[in-house]
């Protein structure tokens, strides 16, 4: 009797470490498969599982940003860019902000007419659309300053509330590589067109068939700025073609500072520049044209291009005076 006891001891010995190797198994094999990109993708988790994050997010006294917008109109096919400058003091916790708009082109009896204002002999076409005029404001964390219609005009002074995040005294305003390239983008090389496309910045653009499949479509030739806007601190700079669906999904924190708004499968160039410690210092996106003129048919605006570019990050803050001149916004009712 003893030998068939011991036996039934070591079989159930046997058998408890293989259940507990399995579960070990299992344990380990479930949280790989849980990184992994398919379960990430599938939990809606990407842009939670950065490339290398950086322990600490770069810091900085003062920043001055500009981006320039340039839109086409259905009436005239008038193009207008808009330029905005935001300069940041994140000492006194002070923004100010200035706009301003440009009538830079119009489509009359279907020649391309490039216009700096008015041209003289050019016979725009009525309804037009006319650049807004400039605008400034100033943002405090309790408080927003409009300038009036003219110099001579007081300020009108708002209430904020609460800082909840989301203005231009955001510390993420400046996002930084691991903010826009989560680990697909980053798997998808992107080409340095400095490298490879010399001063014009021509190159063979990248897509995302690898990631797609086939129904990607094809990469129709696309315009591209060239590199002349391009900060001299940008020490990382790539570029990739896609549509504006897939950079959103790839890329939604960079897609969501152009603010875009396309119709589906648009095709697109879009460019990241970094600098050495990592923040975005330039953004640059080329709409393919046919495809936003197209779209007129049933949208009142279509963007044409966005550049965005920081132009100072110092360690130095700016001082950002309020204005004197300034009476309270009558409140809405």
């Given at each position: 009797m003893q030998p068939s006891t011991s036996k039934r001891n070591i079989k159930g010995t046997i058998r408890r470490v293989v259940s507990w190797l399995a579960v070990i198994g299992i344990g380990v094999g479930g949280w790989f498969a849980y990184g992994s990109e398919p379960v990430q993708r599938a939990l809606g988790n990407r842009e939670q599982f950065r490339v290398e994050p950086p322990e600490v997010r770069p810091e900085y006294a003062s920043a001055v940003i500009e981006s320039v917008s340039e839109y086409v109109y259905p009436?005239?096919?008038?193009?207008?860019?808009?330029?905005?400058?935001?300069?940041?003091?994140?000492?006194?916790e002070r923004a100010s902000v200035s706009r301003t708009n440009a009538l830079t082109g119009l489509s009359v009896d279907g020649q391309s007419v490039p216009i700096v204002g008015v041209l003289p002999g050019v016979a725009v076409p009525e309804g037009t659309v006319v650049p807004a005029a400039a605008s400034a404001r100033i943002?405090?964390?309790?408080?927003?300053?409009?300038?009036g219609a003219t110099d001579a005009d007081p300020w009108t002074r708002s209430p904020r509330p609460p800082y909840v995040g989301g203005t231009e005294l955001d510390p993420y305003l400046i996002p930084t590589i691991d903010d826009v390239i989560g680990f697909e983008l980053a798997a998808i090389p992107g080409r340095d067109p400095r490298a490879e496309g010399g001063a014009t910045g021509e190159i063979e653009a990248t897509t995302m068939q690898e990631v797609l499949g086939p129904e990607a479509g094809t990469t129709s030739a696309l315009p591209e700025h060239d590199l002349s806007n391009v900060p001299e601190d940008v020490v990382d700079l790539r570029r990739w073609t896609t549509d504006d669906g897939t950079w959103a999904l790839l890329s939604p924190v960079g897609h969501d500072i152009a603010g875009l708004d396309l119709p589906d499968g648009t095709r697109l160039v879009f460019t990241y520049g970094f600098d050495a410690d990592g923040l975005l210092r330039y953004l640059d996106v080329e709409i393919d044209p046919a495809v936003a003129v197209a779209g007129l048919d049933h949208i009142d605006e279509s963007m044409l291009s966005f550049e965005w570019r920081v132009t100072s990050v110092s360690d130095d803050a700016i001082t950002i005076d309020l204005p004197a001149n300034v009476v309270d916004a009558t409140p809405s009712a």
């Amino acid at each position: 009797m003893q030998p068939s006891t011991s036996k039934r001891n070591i079989k159930g010995t046997i058998r408890r470490v293989v259940s507990w190797l399995a579960v070990i198994g299992i344990g380990v094999g479930g949280w790989f498969a849980y990184g992994s990109e398919p379960v990430q993708r599938a939990l809606g988790n990407r842009e939670q599982f950065r490339v290398e994050p950086p322990e600490v997010r770069p810091e900085y006294a003062s920043a001055v940003i500009e981006s320039v917008s340039e839109y086409v109109y259905p009436v005239g096919e008038s193009t207008i860019s808009s330029t905005v400058v935001t300069t940041v003091d994140r000492e006194t916790e002070r923004a100010s902000v200035s706009r301003t708009n440009a009538l830079t082109g119009l489509s009359v009896d279907g020649q391309s007419v490039p216009i700096v204002g008015v041209l003289p002999g050019v016979a725009v076409p009525e309804g037009t659309v006319v650049p807004a005029a400039a605008s400034a404001r100033i943002v405090t964390f309790d408080a927003v300053f409009r300038k009036g219609a003219t110099d001579a005009d007081p300020w009108t002074r708002s209430p904020r509330p609460p800082y909840v995040g989301g203005t231009e005294l955001d510390p993420y305003l400046i996002p930084t590589i691991d903010d826009v390239i989560g680990f697909e983008l980053a798997a998808i090389p992107g080409r340095d067109p400095r490298a490879e496309g010399g001063a014009t910045g021509e190159i063979e653009a990248t897509t995302m068939q690898e990631v797609l499949g086939p129904e990607a479509g094809t990469t129709s030739a696309l315009p591209e700025h060239d590199l002349s806007n391009v900060p001299e601190d940008v020490v990382d700079l790539r570029r990739w073609t896609t549509d504006d669906g897939t950079w959103a999904l790839l890329s939604p924190v960079g897609h969501d500072i152009a603010g875009l708004d396309l119709p589906d499968g648009t095709r697109l160039v879009f460019t990241y520049g970094f600098d050495a410690d990592g923040l975005l210092r330039y953004l640059d996106v080329e709409i393919d044209p046919a495809v936003a003129v197209a779209g007129l048919d049933h949208i009142d605006e279509s963007m044409l291009s966005f550049e965005w570019r920081v132009t100072s990050v110092s360690d130095d803050a700016i001082t950002i005076d309020l204005p004197a001149n300034v009476v309270d916004a009558t409140p809405s009712a």
